[in-house]
């Protein structure tokens, strides 16, 4: 049964004139952004990392080796430069991508999100999925696309504007950033010689997916998530970011303060031109037996500027056995998560998704101490 707010498109909502957000958007108090988030400073712990693809494909370049692997370490996300995509085709998409949410409602719900029955399904134009009255929602609005395989696109959803011509000429570019991040993430962990380490463990027909998000501006927004915290359902990541206006922001691990404290939010700033954002994601973080973390991040949004993005996100074939790679695991470090299909992973995300709850949690995937301790006979 689909729910009567599925329907409510947050840019008519704040089309309306209203002095504050209606209460289905409303965080409680304790949960809503606050104004200590950290920004990133360019000498200190918290300068935000970049990486040169194209010096990282020069396997005797270590210095750009070691940046990465900072990155990996302390942020989870970073910059990258000399990817090769076009900056043209990367003004033009945003471009084209802001065309379309400005397109009357009635042209957008032509791809609405809908089965042919009515039900929520997460391809399409509309809004993430609502379950219950009590859930808080995002102010944001989006479109789900299949992009990869191909012959598992839909039509029906593809906008019939330069928005899809421009997407299929920009795919391939975004695949060629992940191949060549995954390609330098195996390098980092030794394994110089078999570069297509976390590749064969995606598969040839690994699933790519589009999420265009627009956020409109909110009268209040330290009332509202833009997008709520979360980990990424993928292997990594590969963001267009909007190329003026922030609003991204990352969990990282600090010193304890007087409160008890270990982890704070820290701005990722707006990018320079040509530059793309990459993410390690949940299911990495399994393949990798966390060597590599999935970052918690979110989005937050002004009261005065609409801001957009496009997302690209890339996960394995779904009938792969998703578990820590065996090169991973010996005795002094055990596996971490248990084993399941990459298609149960990616298909619980959508109810820890609405649920506000990662899934790695919301699967119980991760393998605990005390499971530990039974499989030794402790």
Same mark, same amino acid.
């Given at each position: ?8 498109? /947050?840019?008519? /909502?704040?089309?309306?004139?209203? *002095? ?48 990465? &692997? ?31 949410? *400005? ?7 032509? *791809? ?6 009515? $039900? ?29 395989? $191909? ?16 997407? *299929?000429? +920009?795919?391939?570019? @975004? ?5 060549? /991040? ?13 570069? $297509? ?11 790519? +997916? ?13 009332? /509202? ?67 590599? &973390? ?14 957009? @993005? ?57 393998? $605990? ?10």
């Amino acid at each position: 049964m689909v729910h009567q707010d599925q329907g409510q498109l /947050v840019q008519e /909502v704040a089309a309306g004139g209203l *002095h504050g957000p209606p209460s289905r958007y409303v965080l409680r108090e304790e949960a809503r952004p606050k104004g200590d988030v950290v920004a990133p400073a360019p000498d200190d712990e918290l300068a935000f990392p970049t990486v040169d693809l194209q010096r990282l494909s020069d396997p005797d370049d270590v210095e750009e080796l070691a940046k990465l &692997r900072s990155a990996l370490d302390s942020w989870g996300l970073f910059a990258v430069t000399g990817h090769g995509v076009p900056e043209s085709l990367m003004d033009d998409i945003l471009d084209a991508t802001r065309e379309f949410f *400005h397109l009357p409602a009635e042209e957008k719900l032509k *791809h609405a999100n809908r089965t042919e029955t009515g $039900e929520f399904q997460p391809e399409g134009y509309g809004i993430d999925r609502v379950d219950t009255d009590e859930q808080v929602l995002d102010w944001c609005d989006r479109l789900y696309l299949t992009v990869e395989p $191909e012959s598992e696109r839909q039509p029906r959803f593809w906008p019939s504007s330069s928005l899809s011509t421009l997407l *299929h000429a +920009y795919a391939p570019c @975004s695949a060629r950033v992940a191949r060549l /991040v995954l390609r330098g993430m195996a390098r980092v962990l030794g394994f110089r010689e078999e570069e $297509e380490f976390f590749l064969g463990r995606v598969g040839e027909q690994g699933g790519t +997916y589009a999420r265009f998000t627009y956020y409109p501006p909110c009268p209040q927004p330290d009332l /509202v998530y833009g997008l709520k915290p979360h980990t990424d359902n993928s292997v990594v990541t590969v963001l267009l970011l909007d190329r003026d206006v922030g609003g991204l922001q990352v969990m990282l691990k600090k010193e304890e303060d007087e409160e008890g404290n270990k982890q704070r939010w820290v701005d990722v700033p707006v990018l320079r031109r040509g530059e793309l954002l990459v993410v390690v994601g949940d299911e990495m973080e399994i393949m990798s037996n966390a060597a590599f &973390r999935a970052p918690t991040h979110r989005v937050v949004v002004t009261s005065e500027r609409e801001r957009m @993005s496009l997302v690209m996100f890339y996960q394995p074939e779904p009938h792969r056995e998703l578990k820590p790679a065996e090169e991973l695991v010996d005795e002094t470090r055990p596996a971490m998560y248990r084993e399941l299909k990459a298609k149960t992973f990616a298909d619980g995300f959508w109810d820890a998704f609405a649920l506000g709850e990662r899934t790695l949690d919301f699967l119980k995937v991760k393998i $605990e101490k005390q499971d530990d301790a039974v499989a030794r006979g402790a």
